[in-house]
């Protein structure tokens, strides 16, 4: 024993000397490995990024706490440059607390920008897998980016081979759309794979649980532990269809149900505290550049949309949605939108978000019109939007886009509607994770609609993904297809290949 040694026990022995006698009980050891939801990462900036991961040895208890106790538990991080983690390059120790679920969100900075790193955690003798994760390139930089978009995944209805496919992929940036988990009761699904855990979400308990729950699918895990996420929630993760207080079957309880489900979302996701929620209000729209190659607007198109104006179904006679106060982004979002392009320096401009925002005429059969839910039903909205792209420094504007189940490639013209008017923007739809099942190669009704819609290029009913490949000079999108999701296992295809060029919003296909 050195002398410092010798000298620090000592001190030890001296303080423990004078503490009162009171009965030491050691803390409850943990009830298996903590970490059964895996790993996450998100918000990558030049310099850093977020690392998250939950402490639950039995994911699916109901009450929500994921088998922990009542009680803060340490968890220490660990951030290197290589996969063997031998050259270290932070370490830290953070609190893992009961009221956040035993979640932990670890805010990196002074990282070196454009550069991959592999982080862990380990808690009371545990250590969790490794995530890889990735900053974002430096501010002046133009090097390419592999991204993959995400939406969907309904843990009832399908295998979430997706997820797999997409890991496999290895892209530096996943973007997930929302509906990343259902409030569904279980058993809801008419033809599904497995069940979800307990009746319909409502409250925090149940909410922390169907998050976990949908964390034990090992597809899932990889594909948050292959790269960095950006998230933003559509309507499933709180309830069907909401909008700002009022949920499509009006109920007293409903702000508390919201307020639930955000505090669960925020738990649950590689989120940065400026998003941490406060009652029923969360920031979740936000900007995040990738060098000076792209500018990511994050868009919440819940929180503050004005209640449906024609109800949710398919309506050709309704005339509120020219109403210029109908609104999916309420007007502060909307006036931040625009600044944002405003002042927007790089090549690429994307908005992540959640509904169809192109014009889609369904004219045939009965309840032909549009499709309330997405921006056909906030027409003014999207017009000041659609402007504003046009009336800003933004040189190549791509919208994407979640929530339909199926894959589709538009061009938005000025004047959505009028082809004849400029193409000046392209929107990329990506199919669901899982979410309807093995789907088909043809949807009679929806293949229907493409006449109608000459500004529709593509369209497929499988499950998959968006791959895209952004460059200085173009945009790749390739739509990732599994021929099933019913049974486990299915290979991953592309079922079209689509190039943007520079200035040209006009989608090619390959
Ligand atoms: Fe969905």
């Known amino acids: ?37 895996g790993v996450a990462s998100g918000e990558p900036t030049a310099d ?16 929500g706490r994921g088998g922990m106790p009542n009680r803060t538990v340490d968890v220490d991080w660990q951030l290197a440059h290589d996969e063997g983690f031998t050259r270290i390059v932070q370490t830290g120790t953070v ?35 490794a ?70 979400t409502v409250t925090l308990a149940d909410y922390r649980r169907r998050h976990a729950q949908y964390k034990t699918d090992p597809d899932l895990r990889a594909a948050h532990a292959v790269a960095p996420w950006l998230v933003v929630f559509d309507d499933h993760e709180v309830a069907d269809n909401w909008a700002d207080d009022t949920p499509s079957a009006p109920d007293a ?27 029923v209000d969360m920031t979740l729209h936000r900007r995040v550049n990738w060098g000076a190659l792209a500018t990511f607007h994050m868009l919440d198109t819940r929180q503050y949309r004005t209640d449906q104006p024609c109800g949710d179904t398919f309506a050709s006679d309704c005339v509120q949605r020219f109403d210029p106060t109908a609104t999916l982004t309420g007007a502060a979002q909307e006036r931040w939108l625009l600044d944002g392009f405003a002042q927007s320096a790089t090549r690429w401009d994307v908005l992540g978000q959640q509904v169809f925002f192109g014009r889609v005429d369904v004219v045939s059969g009965p ?65 669901s994770i899982s979410s309807g099942g093995d789907g088909s190669e043809t949807r009679a009704e929806i293949e229907a609609v493409l006449p109608e ?19 200085p000079d173009e945009l790749r999108a390739d739509f990732r297809t599994v021929p099933f999701v019913e049974q486990p296992g299915a290979p991953v295809g592309t079922g079209a290949t689509f190039v943007v060029t520079d200035r040209d919003a006009v989608l090619r296909r390959l």
């Not at 850093?48 to 040895?57: D, E, F, H, K, S």
């Not at 670890?106 to 862990?120: F, I, K, M, T």
Request: with cysteine; net charge neutral.
């Open 453 to 471: 819609n000459p500004h529709i290029r593509y369209f497929s009913n499988r499950r998959g993904y968006v791959r895209t490949r952004i460059t």
């Open 367 to 431: 309840g032909g019109g549009y499709n309330p839910d997405g921006w056909d039903g906030y027409v003014a909205n999207r017009q000041r939007i659609i402007n504003g792209i046009e009336n800003s420094p933004v040189r190549n504007a791509v919208v994407l886009t979640g929530d339909v189940h199926s894959h589709w490639a538009a061009e938005v013209h000025e004047r959505p509607g009028d082809v004849e008017s400029p193409v000046v923007a392209t929107e990329l739809v990506t199919s």
């Open 48 to 63: 850093g990024v977020v690392l998250w991961t939950r402490l639950a040895p039995d994911p699916l208890a109901e009450d």
């Open 95 to 129: 609190s893992a607390a009961v009221d956040s679920a035993h979640s932990v969100h670890v805010e990196l900075s002074g990282l070196q920008p454009g550069a991959d790193y592999h982080y862990r955690f380990r808690a009371e003798g545990h250590l969790s897998p």
């Open 1 to 37: 024993m050195s002398h410092l040694n010798r000298r620090t026990v000592l001190k030890g022995a001296a303080v423990v000397a004078t503490l009162p006698l009171i009965a030491w009980t050691p803390p409850m050891r943990l009830a298996g490995d903590p970490f059964t939801l």
């Open 253 to 279: 309880n409903f702000p508390a149900r919201r307020a639930a489900a955000l505090q669960a979302y925020y738990e649950n996701m590689p989120l940065r505290s400026t998003a941490r929620p406060s009652g």
């Open 131 to 200: 995530g890889r994760t990735r900053t974002a390139p430096a501010a002046g930089s133009l090097a390419p980016l592999t991204m993959c978009v995400a939406s969907c995944s309904h843990f009832e209805q399908g295998w979430f081979t997706a997820y797999r496919r997409l890991a496999e992929d290895s892209p530096d940036l996943v973007l997930h759309l929302g509906d990343y988990l259902y409030e569904y009761a279980a058993g809801r699904s008419p033809r599904r794979v497995r069940d979800h855990a307990g009746p319909e």
